[in-house]
């Protein structure tokens, strides 16, 4: 199927308020199929206009519409005369800056509600999880406030209600503005995902055009005229973006393509092989492996410092890559996998802090002397998005859905200095744990799982002897943003096996642990 039309004409804008849940509204807007993009609530309006969406979403947000300088809808948005629905502070926002009210009771309402439907709405008409004997409609819906809409503005009808939250909902039809206290972007609602897709679907008229294969068919068409007939070059490195970033280059352009893969000797078991078969042998892209252990250990040697560490590897990555893009001379363009999350301006990003967060994470950066043209195939993706792209283009499933991995790879999950001893140990501990995790369908119940290497000596018992040797910690979490996270409740058996599986097959290693700490105040990685 090749669309007649772009896939961005039907879009959607969402104007963040700050809320947490943000990035997900945009998420599930993207499920439905339709585009959309997240601007900060006090984005220029000529900007807003100019984006000429179908719709417009307003987010949650922490603050309280009651208090100070409270963020608020330039209203000039309504004279775009687009459906606008407002969740949590969006709907508080759009009831008291049209003429109702909101008040504080003084009591926070945050979990499990339900909430009676009424009036038979555009937005809920027909959407229910129960009906009562009296024949309302009911709906289990997530909510999370403080403050409530204690008046409508005039124009407006109840959509919804609760016991805590009298106007859970309400609709002025005429100009196709709706409010919802709670939030239907997380999938505790239920049936969020089907109110979503009424307004964007129905209410906004939107297409369901966003899907994977014509992200693909519009990727490689814009890939086309950008390059033309020229020559890119990409870091390959084995993770998720990176990979797809090749494969759809390699679609788009073929030959045209040359992928750079500096092995630092510090990745994962096999995995430098791994690559190289995915890419070189199975589709035939060009990958120049750069075989840098030794230079990387030696640039290691006798550093403990963490952060140190990092840089050492960020450093030393950029320099063999540079050394290695400097032969391809007739290279203008250099690909790189950013993704649209690094790309958001979100409403606390004016602070600068989502900026800081970011390049703590980033390893190596555009050698800018090098005078090549940044090609960002992914820029408008979210991961889930990439991965089912990624998929589309026929990479292996365990390699899209593989879990992060930090830039500078086993450096940070060896405690101290790092040795080949300990990668090589650690790489065998950490193969046999993320198998078993496989295996036991674990894997992608867990967001990300690794094998630290702690060099220390403990003591163990084989045979009639006494023995000395190193200890390993698994670790495996469940989050969802990776700024916070709970340590996963793997099954004890599960645990008890791979614990055994690690101390009978590898010499070398006395005592496996396992780590129960939740992020904060602990980290994911251990260093
Ligand atoms: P922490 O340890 O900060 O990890 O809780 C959060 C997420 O970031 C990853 N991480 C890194 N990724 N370079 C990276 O590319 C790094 O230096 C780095 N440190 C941590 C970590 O794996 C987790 O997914």
Request: charged share 25%.
């Amino acid at each position: 199927m090749s669309l007649d039309h772009d896939l961005h004409d039907d879009r959607i804008l969402i104007l963040d308020f700050g809320s947490q849940y943000t990035q997900l509204i945009a998420r599930r807007v993207r499920e439905l199929g339709v585009y959309c993009e997240i601007y900060p609530w006090d984005a220029d309006f000529d900007r807003i206009a100019g984006f000429l969406p179908k719709g417009i979403i307003l987010s949650g947000g922490p603050e309280s519409t009651l208090e100070g300088e409270a963020p608020e809808l330039d209203l000039r948005v309504l004279d775009l005369e687009v459906p606008i629905l407002g969740i949590c502070y969006g709907m508080q926002t759009l009831a008291k800056q049209l003429g109702g009210k909101v008040e504080n009771v003084g009591k926070s309402e945050f979990g499990y509600a339900m909430v009676r439907c009424h009036g038979h709405t555009d937005l809920l008409r027909d959407i229910q999880d129960h009906v009562t004997a009296e024949g309302h409609g009911m709906l289990d819906v997530w909510m999370s406030h403080g403050d409530r809409v204690a008046e409508m503005p005039p124009g407006f009808k109840l959509m919804c209600s609760s016991d805590s939250a009298p106007i859970a909902g309400m609709a002025d039809e005429s100009r196709r503005i709706y409010g919802l206290q709670f939030h239907p972007e997380v999938t505790h609602t239920r049936k969020g995902g089907e109110i979503l897709g009424r307004f964007v679907h129905e209410i906004c008229g939107c297409a369901s055009d966003w899907v994977p294969e014509n992200i693909v068919d519009y990727s490689v068409q814009k890939l086309r005229e950008q390059i033309g007939d020229g020559h890119v070059i990409l870091g390959l490195s084995g993770g998720v973006d990176s990979s797809v970033v090749a494969a759809l280059l390699h679609r788009a352009i073929g030959d045209q393509l040359t992928c750079i893969f500096v092995d630092n000797g510090l990745l994962r078991y096999r995995e430098g092989d791994q690559v190289m078969a995915t890419f070189a042998e199975h589709m035939g892209v060009k990958v120049i492996r750069i075989d840098a252990e030794q230079r990387f250990l030696d640039a290691l040697e006798g550093v403990t410092d963490p952060e140190r560490k990092r840089k050492i590897i960020g450093n030393l990555f950029i320099e063999i890559f540079e050394e290695e893009a400097k032969k391809h001379n007739d290279a203008a363009f250099l690909a790189q996998g950013t993704i649209y999350p690094d790309v958001i301006e979100s409403a606390g990003a004016s602070t600068g802090k989502a900026h800081l967060i970011k390049s703590h994470h980033n390893v190596g950066g555009l050698p800018e002397h090098m005078k090549l043209e940044l090609v960002e195939p992914l820029r408008e993706l979210f991961k889930d998005e990439v991965r089912r792209v990624g998929l589309e283009l026929g990479l292996p499933h365990e390699m899209v859905y593989r879990h992060p991995f930090p830039g500078p790879g086993l450096g940070v999950r060896i405690l101290g200095e790092v040795k080949k001893e300990y990668a090589d140990l650690l790489r065998l501990a950490d193969h046999i744990f993320i198998d078993e995790l496989w295996k036991h369908e674990l894997y992608e119940k867990t967001s990300q799982a690794f094998t630290v290497f702690l060099p220390v000596k403990s003591v163990g018992v084989t045979g009639d002897g006494r023995r000395y040797d190193y200890v390993v910690a698994l670790r495996a979490v469940e989050t969802i943003d990776f700024m916070t996270a709970r340590w996963a409740h793997l099954p004890y058996e599960f645990l008890d096996h791979v614990s055994r599986r690690i101390m009978n097959e590898i010499d070398g290693i006395a005592r496996v642990v396992y780590d129960i700490s939740g992020k904060p105040p602990a980290t994911i990685e251990w260093e």
